[in-house]
């Protein structure tokens, strides 16, 4: 698996965006960027995913750096609810490895009144 | 009824008890898989199944029995667990196809 590195946790104001970061600098040409979130006691919850154009939907936007080396995850207008553990997952690519999600520590983002 | 749903939500036992876990998915995939979480620590996955088939056993000990009868439901047998097993239990269910996985509630699990 390429490995992910993300800050230990953010904070953000409510109303601004939060930009989580995350770094795969070992990332191969065929492998995916995948976020997930996971609010307190609950199970995580898919956001998106990418493999080198960005991508939006109506959760987030995310924007993979040309090289591939890095990503963001771009939540436009944070509120409160979206505190929770954020991870970055690059799986390994396709064939009998689907579903071998590898989960960190994430990032903890806390959004504040 | 939608999505991944787990039942018990919560479960205490002592470790000669037997009990089972049961994961039931609504979303017509043919993948499921068990996490366990411990506190303070990242999820691990346990196993994973595709169309009812067992591919992967993530170095789980034997006192963790999963069972999947069909596409749809999952379950993971418990028995003569230990303390440190207690943890909260996550049931999830994809494609097989792709990475995008969806979760259940989970069943928080203790063991005295």
């Known amino acids: 698996d390429a490995k992910t590195t993300q800050p230990p946790s953010m904070d953000c104001a409510e109303g601004r965006a939060a930009n989580l970061p995350c770094n795969h600098s070992t990332i191969s040409g065929n492998e995916y960027v995948y976020w997930y979130r996971q609010i307190h006691s609950q199970g995580p919850q898919y956001i998106i995913h990418?493999?080198?154009n960005n991508e939006t939907n109506e959760m987030a936007s995310l924007i993979i750096t040309e090289d591939r080396k890095s990503s963001t995850l771009i939540l436009p207008h944070a509120t409160l609810r979206d505190t929770a553990v954020y991870y970055c997952i690059v799986p390994p690519p396709g064939g009998t490895s689907y579903g071998k999600l590898t989960f960190g520590q994430g990032t903890i983002l806390t959004v504040h009144p | 009824e939608t999505g991944v749903t787990q039942t018990p939500r919560h479960l205490v036992m002592g470790m000669t008890n037997k009990k089972s876990l049961k994961c039931e998915q609504h979303?017509?995939?043919?993948?499921m898989y068990w996490y366990k979480q411990s506190a303070k620590k990242p999820l691990e996955l346990m196993f994973v199944y595709n169309f009812k088939e067992q591919t992967e056993n993530n170095s789980v000990p034997s006192r963790f029995s999963p069972e999947c009868p069909n596409s749809s439901h999952l379950f993971l047998h418990l028995h003569t667990l230990q303390p440190e097993d207690s943890a909260l239990y996550l049931c999830a269910s994809g494609t097989g196809l792709a990475d995008t996985q969806y979760f259940g509630p989970g069943t928080r699990l203790t063991v005295l």
């Open positions: 990418g493999l080198k």
């Open positions: 979303l017509g995939h043919n993948a």
